[in-house]
């Protein structure tokens, strides 16, 4: 199993920026990859970002790339999701996730909360 915790989730107003991190634990060798997501209310989930444990390789949403800069800081087991000239349609609960060689997010944190205000 591996454990997944969320942090820095707050309110920022449109424009600003904002950094969220992701701390694993448990079973943390085998993660592969590890990815954020969001959830605004009444819509589906969406993938954000993902990052490659081994090579740091990233990949992005359209709607976030040049924004949002996903890394990883493999002596602390972290993932961090750095979010810049935020606009209020990026209001959402912001979930890490964190899966192994399979395509199957298996694990993920509790959420936080993230508030854009125009």
């Known amino acids: 199993q591996v454990h997944l915790v969320e942090s820095g989730g707050g309110l920022v107003q449109a424009g600003g920026s904002l950094k969220l991190s992701c701390a694993a634990s448990?079973?943390?060798?085998?993660?592969?990859?590890m990815a954020w997501f969001r959830q605004a209310p009444g819509k589906e989930r969406q993938f954000v970002a993902d990052?490659?444990?081994?090579?740091?390789?990233?990949s992005y949403a359209d709607s976030v790339k040049g924004r949002f800069t996903i890394s990883r800081d493999n002596t602390k087991n972290t993932a961090s999701l750095q979010m810049e000239s935020l606009k209020f349609e990026d209001t959402a609960v912001y979930y890490c996730?964190?899966?192994?060689?399979?395509?199957?997010?298996?694990?993920w944190g509790q959420g936080t909360q993230v508030t854009v205000s125009s």
């Open positions: 990052i490659k444990w081994g090579d740091g390789g990233t």
């Open positions: 996730a964190a899966r192994g060689g399979t395509a199957i997010w298996d694990y």
């Open positions: 448990g079973r943390t060798f085998s993660v592969y990859a």
